[in-house]
């Protein structure tokens, strides 16, 4: 699927002239691979294993009892539970929403339409913060859709609700990017094929499009769901951060390295980043099994 | 492209784009006009007064600086990593490749988090640092580091998929025609990959400049100091100066607005120098 580098046919006599080249790599003809290797490892060594070893061992510091103290605190799960719940949530409403976005911005034609594909980046492009204190500012109860709300008893911002509005803001790009160059692709003779067979709109969406565009909507949901669970500005103004009501795990960090509590931080940091992991991999399996039976 | 659409049921193509119109209105849209709604609510007066005090300032300075040492840095990385990806085949790729991407898939908090974890004052180099009255937590460098760590991926990932596009082709044809490897890098590779390393310095510099939560974990909050333009809209939003807070907002929505603008141009007009992105 993904076209590798297509190297041009290996010089031969290079290679028996330089036989001593490290195993691992391939002869080539272009220069400049130790240095540009050497400062690759160098800095991905000292910006991101370095730093994330130090979350990987921190958490062992207390021991094995210590982090499970740590996660099991009520305050500590009932964030885990909240960030992970809602998450998926918003991430299984972006389905729906990005569906029906992607489906309008390839299939249609109107007016305004490069202005809506390009607005969808917004989430993307927007500040964390400013999206953050912008979305509470219109579902306080005070502000335009709170207030709204409110005439029909629902209590958006400061409440797990609110949380759920943030997520979906976030979220939404990464279903409509994954499924937009899908849609763009579809063979169109396909739906005419089954249309001429006589299948209804409704069958040729079921049957024909939407397995089609399923792994591709899979792992755009996945991808809002782990954004949704590490999200922290655009959430952490809408929330109210009541202990165990609306405080979420990214928070949680937070307050316990204000406490000093390193190795509780990493412990959760370093759970968080398991169970994401952890359900990625799930979602990554599903999605396989889904791409090899739509081949079959 | 320009073909009719299948699904053809009469009333149901306005009907779907309007629900999409709705959808992104309330979704994405009036969030957007709230902020230039809610920072000139007492006055174009206000607003630029608000933008013209000294922590303001300070605000904007420190974040143009921390974009400043980031974006090239990773835009430096990214050549580099792209150039040994791309051009090269060597065992472990897919595990660097993997490795480049990580970034993303971490919580912002984490990222700010695990500065803190070696270099706080608990930090694993907490007491050498101290010993040394340096400091990198609650201070300029930890701002750095942390957005340097978020936007680790962006240049990087932009100009991998592009360069292994591109092959080798063109730089061993320069090579055997007498070029030295840093005039066929200067004059062949440069100019094949130059969109694409705007585009992805842009959406570094769009996230460096944006970032919150990473820097929110090692700043301190010390105003003047160590807050950049996002915790400056922070700790005026949590003093109550809404109009402070959501004129700040409105200098950083402009910026998201312009990085749109700009990305959305790239992707018309050089589409074919960008990376496989829309098609994959």
């Known amino acids: 699927m993904t076209d590798l580098v297509a190297l041009p046919p ?15 790599r391939e002869p080539s003809v272009l220069p400049g691979f130790g240095l540009a290797i050497g400062v690759t490892l160098a800095y991905l060594g000292a910006i991101v294993i370095l730093p994330l070893t130090a979350l990987a061992v921190r958490p062992w510091e207390i021991g ?85 709300a409110a005439k029909v008893g629902l209590k958006t911002a400061y409440s797990p609700l609110g949380i759920f509005i943030a997520l979906v803001f976030i979220g939404l790009p990464f279903v409509v990017r994954a499924l937009q160059p899908v849609l763009e692709d579809l063979d169109r003779e396909v739906e005419e094929a ?31 769901f782990a954004r949704a669970v590490g999200e922290y500005g655009s959430v952490v103004f809408i929330a109210g951060n009541m202990p165990m009501k609306t405080e979420i795990a990214p928070l949680l960090i937070v307050i316990k390295l204000e406490q000093y509590d ?35 | 492209m320009s073909r009719a659409p299948v699904v053809r049921l009469p009333g149901i193509a306005p009907l ?12 994405v849209i009036l969030p957007l006009f709230t902020v230039f709604h809610d920072a000139l609510a007492k006055g174009v007066g206000t607003f630029f007064s608000k933008l013209k005090e000294p922590d303001a300032l300070a605000a904007i300075r420190l974040t143009l600086m921390v974009a400043a040492i980031s974006v090239p840095l990773n835009a430096a990385f990214g050549v580099a ?45 907490g007491e050498w640092l101290q010993d040394r009255d340096l400091k990198i937590i609650f201070a300029v460098p930890g701002l750095v580091l942390a957005t340097i760590l978020v936007t680790f991926p962006f240049v ?17 044809a320069a090579l055997t025609l007498g070029a030295s490897g840093f005039t066929a890098f200067w004059k062949i590779t440069i100019p094949n990959i130059r969109w694409a390393l705007l585009y992805g310095v842009l959406l570094c510099n769009a996230r460096a400049m944006g970032e919150f939560g990473a820097v929110s974990v090692v700043s301190g909050h010390i105003r003047g100091l160590t807050t950049t333009l996002p915790l400056h809209v922070e700790v005026l939003y949590n003093d109550y100066d809404f109009v402070g807070a959501f004129a700040a907002a409105s200098v950083l929505a402009s910026l998201g607005l312009v990085t749109l603008v700009l990305k959305s141009a790239l992707e018309w007009r050089h589409a074919g120098e960008l990376a496989a992105r829309r098609r994959h």
Do not use: C
Not at chain 2, 16 to 27: D, E, F, K, Q
């Open chain 1, 194 to 224: 089954a249309q001429t067979l006589g299948a209804s709109a409704w069958q040729r969406v079921v049957h024909v499009i939407l397995p089609a565009i399923a792994p591709a909507l899979i792992s755009g949901v996945t991808l809002a």
């Open chain 1, 10 to 24: 290996r010089p031969t006599a290079g290679e028996a002239r330089r036989p001593r080249l490290a195993r691992w």
């Open chain 2, 156 to 172: 990087a990932r932009e100009l991998i998929p592009l360069m292994q596009d591109q092959g080798v082709d063109e730089e061993a």
């Open chain 2, 16 to 27: 779907l784009v309007l629900m999409a119109v709705t959808v992104m209105s309330v979704l």
């Open chain 1, 64 to 148: 094995l009892s210590g982090i499970w103290h740590t996660l099991t605190d009520p305050r500590v799960s009932a964030a885990l539970k909240l960030s992970f719940s809602l998450s998926a949530y918003a991430a299984l409403l972006n389905a729906p929403l990005g569906v029906l976005m992607a489906w309008v911005l390839v299939r249609y034609q109107f007016p305004g339409r490069r202005l809506l594909d390009a607005l969808v980046d917004l989430p993307f492009a927007l500040p964390t913060a400013v999206a953050g204190i912008a979305l509470t500012a219109l579902y306080a109860p005070n502000g335009p859709l709170g207030a709204l």
């Open chain 2, 81 to 125: 990593a792209a150039w040994a990806i791309a051009k090269f085949e060597f065992k472990g790729k897919s595990v660097l490749l993997t490795l480049i991407d990580l970034p993303f898939s971490i919580s912002p908090v984490v990222s700010g988090l695990v500065w803190v974890l070696l270099f706080g004052a608990q930090g694993w180099f």
């Open chain 1, 262 to 296: 390193y190795a509780g931080a990493a412990a959760i940091g370093m759970a968080m980043v398991a169970i994401s992991f952890g359900s990625l991999i799930a979602i990554n399996s599903v999605q396989l099994f889904l791409a090899g039976r739509g081949r079959r």
